[in-house]
């Protein structure tokens, strides 16, 4: 039987709400739902479960017997017992109820509880009292509930959590004996913990139904693993260099300073007479349609456009065309730019791509120091490529080379940090991957981003100054 | 009339300017551009190397102005253009050279003496003049004032690439020189040290070297290997497949993308890389025409090295220079008419293997090309550092420029005097491999070997491969390509 969630929208309490989600699940599929903390994938597995308020939208075909195990549904359970003490308070000390009573629900299948128990080499403890198992031992009880209650349907949250590696094995191994008969929705964070039999993942993001991936299809696999990656891991943005540190700039003094700036083409005039300054701290976005002159403003900015020597441009403490050189002023900046990412088709390393951003060059032309291939390491780390670090960049997907470049441009940590349109020529997936990293920076560093976009959903937070430019 | 320069000096003198060169290390640049900090630069032609060199100075914080002749100024020519759209102050002579401390001519080689009567007049006194490549000081023999500094800073590549790789935070390997008749404040090399930081070259290589050097080294160079041999292996591997039966489409393609893709693999390992690219038994018979073709041709790799040191060659080519180029435009036109340049290329696909396998008698010539003019150089007294920059490492730039439009490209991306040189081989080796080509057939060029069986003596190819690692231009190479850290993983 189909179960279908249609625009489903679902309060948990004033805090938390599903939106519009749409998602069917076949009886033979076997789902894991995945997310960052705080996504709401919890609460999508619970909705199974019957969980919340539904608010607008359908739920349809959810089977009468679904065995849930949760975190939420363990505390229950406690807690009610807990209230169960308070009730009994008299003067006899209350035991609570067994763990034996607490497994045989009506419909159990005693002889599995019997089994099951002892699998988990739990049999010692059937007569002890539910409330006073160890957190562990109670959340073991709780799947074997779930499991003996001939459920139709089996939502298990987080089941793998805590549990040995030996009861792990023995638990995926019971679970994929259950593959024909029970379809299963398993809440899990890691996708080293999947089991093989899983046939598709849901993504949650700020509870949305963000993404649905067939297991079969490799390629946003593998891309919904980076995502969760950024989204799940505990990873700091790598510490700067302290080797390789950037001039200490004027803090009371702006990052840019542009006065009445001109760009022209021939007779055209892109940008006229305009006036900018960015102060340390205030992160910017540029917007404007194409043709507007957003790439030229911004290489005006780099040292890239031959026109900077015919403007009055002051940056990082520098009047340009005073004799300072390129060089001097790329120190400070980080840039990604879709350009950026034409040019740099060469076959280095990923390692060194990385690397390549403490010296602005494409390419890396001088020899690393051990602690900055450390530092590149740790950006590897954080963006879940690891083992790929010699693979040669130019045959990374496109995606994956955003995110590279993102690191190379933050790993020297800039004061300023120019992302033009990263997110362009991306797919919904890999532009999250890019967002969350963005937001990973911004949050972790001190270094002031301008950032170039047009697209109201891909809006970074933190980021409240904002510069339009018309089309002339 | 001219009188060069190199004539004049005795033999003592000569044999030391040859063998002038030395890779310079990296520390000998710490200075930065220093010694050209609050100096004025001009330069003179916004042409490929004058609108390259003249961004990568400014951007390494140089003052870079243009001098345009009158004419281009008021026609608005590319030149000008160039340096306006860039945002570059271009003035007059007049204008700017009694400003400049430095004046960096880069107009084209055969201009230089006009170009030069014309500006030293106005020159402040003690400033300095610099070149791109030697000529006119060697060959025609210019005598520049006596206080005024001579300098040359050559990159060794096209302008095109002296800017990418600038942009990249690189550079390309550079030769510098000064002229000692004309270094009266002693400031020749720090000039032309921070002159070579300005545009990137330091980052790539330094070679300090001699005008004298360069010029005859960069002579041998562009007509004999670079440009003569794969103009002639061009025309002779054409003929050869059509005459053979092979589809006039498909041998055009197997040319004019070949020489690019089998050259490639020399940036990356020298001409051993190249033959290791090949099946043992393709490399074997690649080894012995080369061997081949090098006894054929050495007399004329010798005969071009001897023009070029007695001045012959010079001699010759300004003889045209003076009769309007007559004999240049007339080559131009005939090699315009060969059925090589004739035939588009085929709509066929070729991958990069299939241009080593059917084009061993390609990797034969560039083989033997490089060789031999590696041989010849060095045994003139060129250092071999020198040699490799003008043998080996420029195959591969010149044999880009035909895959983007055959020889029309290169010849006219080259400068007259290296295309004058090249038509010259040319014409000389074309009768000179007659006899060779008659016993040529597709297994080497068009085909393949088509074996079944790719076993080989083991004697025979360990011999081989020995050969191919003993000789002086991979030892020198894998030195210099060691310098260029990742270049070979950018270009
Ligand atoms: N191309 C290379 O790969 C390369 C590499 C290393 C060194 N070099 C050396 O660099 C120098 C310049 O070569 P190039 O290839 O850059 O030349 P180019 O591209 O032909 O440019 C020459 C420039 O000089 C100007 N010019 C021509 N005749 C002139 C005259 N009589 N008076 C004043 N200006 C004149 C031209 O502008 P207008 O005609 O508009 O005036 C043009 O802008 C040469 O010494 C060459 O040997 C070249």
């Known amino acids: 039987m189909t179960i279908r969630l249609d625009d489903l929208t679902v309060n948990f309490d004033e805090r938390f709400q599903l939106n519009n989600i749409n998602w069917q699940l076949e009886d033979d599929q076997h789902w894991v739902v995945t997310g960052a903390n705080g996504s709401g994938k919890s609460a999508l597995a619970a909705v199974l479960a019957g969980a919340g308020e539904i608010v607008s939208g359908n739920l349809q075909g959810v089977p009468p017997r679904v065995g849930l195990v949760s975190f939420e549904a363990q505390a229950e359970l406690i807690a009610a017992e807990l209230k169960k003490d308070d009730a009994d308070i008299m003067d006899v000390i209350a035991e609570g109820t067994p763990v034996r009573e607490i497994l045989l629900q009506p419909g159990s299948d005693a002889a599995l509880v019997d089994e099951l128990v002892e699998k988990f080499g739990l049999s010692a403890l059937m007569d002890r009292a539910f409330r006073k198992l160890s957190t562990g031992e109670s959340r073991k009880m709780m799947l074997i509930r779930a499991l003996a209650s001939q459920p139709d349907l089996l939502v298990l949250d987080e089941p793998f959590d805590g549990l040995d590696a030996a009861t792990l094995a023995m638990l995926q191994q019971y679970l994929a004996s259950l593959v024909e008969t029970i379809p299963m929705v398993l809440v899990l964070n890691r996708f080293d913990e999947f089991p093989d039999f899983i046939s598709h993942i849901a993504y949650v993001d700020k509870g949305r139904l963000a993404h649905q991936v067939a297991r079969n299809d490799e390629t946003a696999y593998a891309e919904l693993y980076k995502l969760l990656h950024l989204k799940t891991t505990e990873l700091e943005v790598p510490a700067a260099d302290p080797e390789t540190a950037i001039p200490a700039l004027d803090p009371t003094q702006p990052l840019v300073k542009l006065n009445g700036i001109n760009i022209r083409y021939g007779d055209t005039t892109v940008i006229g007479d305009l006036d900018w300054t960015i102060e340390p701290g205030k992160h910017w976005q540029l917007s404007g349609p194409n043709g507007s002159g957003k790439t030229g403003l911004l290489s005006l900015i780099t040292g890239d456009h031959p026109q900077c020597y015919v403007n009055d441009i002051f940056v990082f403490g520098f009047k340009r065309g005073s004799g300072e050189s390129i060089w001097q002023i790329k120190q400070f900046i980080g840039y990604v730019s879709t350009s950026l990412q034409w040019e740099y088709s060469v076959g280095t390393g990923l390692r060194n791509v990385i690397i390549s951003g403490f010296y602005d060059s494409i390419g890396l032309y001088t020899k690393a120091t051990e602690r900055q291939k450390q530092i590149a390491d740790q950006w590897l780390a954080l963006l879940g490529m690891s083992e790929r670090a010699d693979e040669p960049f130019n045959k990374l997907s496109y995606g994956d080379q955003r995110l590279l470049l993102i690191a190379r441009a933050m790993v020297k940590h800039p004061p300023l940090l120019i992302l033009d349109e990263p997110c362009l020529g991306l797919d919904d997936m890999n532009r999250q991957l890019v967002l969350a990293l963005i937001e990973k920076i911004c949050a972790d560093s001190e270094t002031t981003v301008l950032y170039v976009n047009h697209h109201p959903e891909d809006q970074i937070k933190g980021i409240d100054n904002y510069l339009e430019l018309d089309k002339r | 009339m001219s009188n060069n320069y190199f004539n004049t000096l005795p033999l003592r003198e000569q044999l030391e300017q040859l063998g002038k060169c030395r890779f310079m290390t990296m520390d000998e640049f710490d200075d930065g551009v220093e010694a050209l900090k609050g100096k004025k630069m001009v330069v003179i032609g916004c042409g490929a190397q004058g609108l390259a060199q003249g961004m990568n100075l400014r951007d390494s914080g140089c003052d870079v102005s243009y001098a345009l002749r009158e004419a281009a100024i008021a026609e608005k020519r590319q030149s000008w253009k160039n340096a ?47 070149y791109s490549h030697g000529f006119n000081i060697v060959e025609e023999g210019m005598k520049i004032r006596d206080d005024l500094t001579v300098i040359m800073v050559a990159p060794k590549c096209p302008g095109s690439e002296v800017r990418n790789e600038y942009v990249r935070g690189f550079g390309v390997p550079t030769l510098i020189a000064v002229h000692e008749d004309n270094d009266p404040k002693g400031e020749g090399l720090a000039l032309a040290k921070a002159y070579a930081v300005g545009t990137g070259g330091h ?289």
Request: charged share 25%; aromatic share 8%.
């Open chain 2, 203 to 491: 980052k790539a290589g330094v070679l300090m070297s001699s005008f004298i050097a360069e010029v005859k080294s960069d002579l041998m160079g562009e007509q004999t290997i670079l440009c003569g041999m794969l103009q002639t292996g061009s025309l002779l591997c054409f003929d050869k497949m059509v005459e053979e039966g092979i589809e006039p489409g498909y041998a055009s393609k197997l040319i004019q993308y070949g020489w690019e893709t089998i050259t490639e693999a020399l940036k990356y390992g020298g001409v051993t890389n190249m033959l290791d690219r090949l099946s043992n038994p393709a490399k074997i018979k690649a080894f012995d025409l080369a061997e081949e073709l090098k006894q054929i041709m050495r007399p004329l790799y010798n005969k071009h090295q001897d023009d070029i040191i007695d001045g012959t060659f010079s001699r010759v080519m300004m003889e045209d220079w003076a009769n309007d180029d007559k004999n240049l435009l007339g080559w131009r036109a005939e090699t315009a008419e060969t059925a090589f340049e004739k035939t588009p290329a085929g709509d066929v696909e070729i991958s990069e293997q299939e241009y080593f396998d059917k084009g061993i008698l390609m990797v034969a010539m560039v083989k033997a090309g490089v060789e031999l003019a590696f041989e010849t150089m060095t045994a003139a007294g060129i250092i071999a550092d020198s040699a490799y920059y003008e043998s080996l490492h420029e195959t591969p730039l010149i044999a880009n420029t035909i895959a983007r439009k055959k020889l029309y490209e290169m010849n006219a991306t080259i400068s007259d005097t290296a295309e004058y040189g090249c038509y010259l081989y040319n014409h000389a080796c074309l009768p000179l491999l007659a006899d060779f080509m008659k016993d040529i057939k597709t297994d080497v060029i068009g085909k393949g070997l088509e074996l079944e069986d790719t076993g080989v003596d083991n004697a025979r190819l360990i011999e081989v491969n020995a050969a191919l690692r003993a000789h002086p231009v991979e030892a020198i190479g894998a030195t210099l390509r060691g310098h260029m850290a990742d270049m070979k993983k950018i270009v």
């Open chain 2, 84 to 130: 306006t759209e860039n945002g570059f102050v271009v003035g007059t002579y007049e204008e700017l050279i009694p400003t400049a401390d430095v004046v960096l001519n880069l107009t084209p080689d055969k201009q230089h003496t006009p170009v030069v009567n014309a500006v030293m007049p106005l020159m402040k006194e003690g400033a300095c003049l610099s």
